[in-house]
């Protein structure tokens, strides 16, 4: 089953400055959504939010990954997991 979590964007680069070039975890990261949503209660500032698309498995190994490199957003991973 596929599902698709939010990173804000400075915790998303994080991670994908820590994930090797050539792994599959690199490659999800590369090809997730960016999208600006308007602040709430400031309809003129704009926010960007990664949208990340993986099957539950490569949320596993991104979960991993995480864990060991960028622990805050292992926490955003697990929940978005748990969620299911």
Do not use: W
Not at 12 to 30: A, K, W
Not at 42 to 68: G, P, S, T, W, Y
Request: aromatic letters at 4%.
């Amino acid at each position: 089953m596929s599902f698709t979590f939010e990173l804000e964007v400075e915790p998303y680069e994080l991670l994908l400055s820590r994930c090797d070039p050539s792994s599959q975890e690199y490659q999800m990261l590369v090809n997730a959504c960016i999208e600006e949503r308007p602040i709430k209660g400031q309809r003129d500032l704009l926010q960007k939010v990664v949208q990340i698309l993986c099957q539950r498995d490569q949320a596993e190994k991104l979960l991993v990954l995480a864990i060991a490199a960028a622990p805050a957003v292992a926490d955003i991973i697990r929940s978005a997991l748990e969620a299911l």
